[in-house]
Nanobody, 124 residues
Framework: QVQLVESGGGLVQTGGSLRLSCAAS????????LGWFRQAPGKEREFVAS????????IYADSVKGRFAISRDNAKNTVYLQMNSLEPEDMAVYYC?????????????????WGQGTQVTVSS
C-alpha cells in the first residue's frame, strides 16, 4: 500500500506561482510513475503531468506545457509540481497519483493510488 499526501495549495493571483508537493510513504517502488491530475467543479478529473521515479521521462498536458514543471526527489520520496503563470482556468483540486506499472500514463485509470487532493485557487 502506498500513501500519498499533497501540500502546497492555496490562493494566488493570476500570473502567480505555487509549488505543490506530494510525499509518498508505505510501499514505494523505484520503477513506478507519479502523476498530477486536477479536477474543477463540474468537470472530469484531467491529466496534468507525469514522471517516472527514475526521472527519465516526463509528460505534460498541452494546457500546462511551458508553465508547469514536474520533478521528483527520490531520497525524500516526494514529487513536486511547480506551477508558474497561473490562470483562472488552472483553479481546481490537484491530486497526486502513483502507479506501480512501467510507463507514464495520461488516463487516471492507469494509476493505483491517490492522495486526498489540495485546492488551488487563482483569483483574476
Amino acid at each position: 500500500q502506498v500513501q500519498l499526501v499533497e501540500s502546497g495549495g492555496g490562493l494566488v493571483q493570476t500570473g502567480g506561482s505555487l509549488r505543490l508537493s506530494c510525499a509518498a510513504s508505505g510501499r514505494t517502488f523505484s520503477g513506478g510513475v507519479l502523476g498530477w491530475f486536477r479536477q474543477a467543479p463540474g468537470k472530469e478529473r484531467e491529466f496534468v503531468a507525469s514522471i517516472t521515479w527514475s526521472g527519465g521521462v516526463a509528460i505534460y498536458a498541452d494546457s500546462v506545457k511551458g508553465r508547469f514543471a514536474i520533478s521528483r526527489d527520490n531520497a525524500k520520496n516526494t514529487v513536486y509540481l511547480q506551477m508558474n503563470s497561473l490562470e483562472p482556468e488552472d483553479m481546481a483540486v490537484y491530486y497526486c497519483a502513483a502507479r506501480s506499472g512501467v510507463g507514464v500514463r495520461r488516463n487516471p485509470s492507469g494509476y493505483d493510488y491517490w492522495g486526498q487532493g489540495t485546492q488551488v485557487t487563482v483569483s483574476s
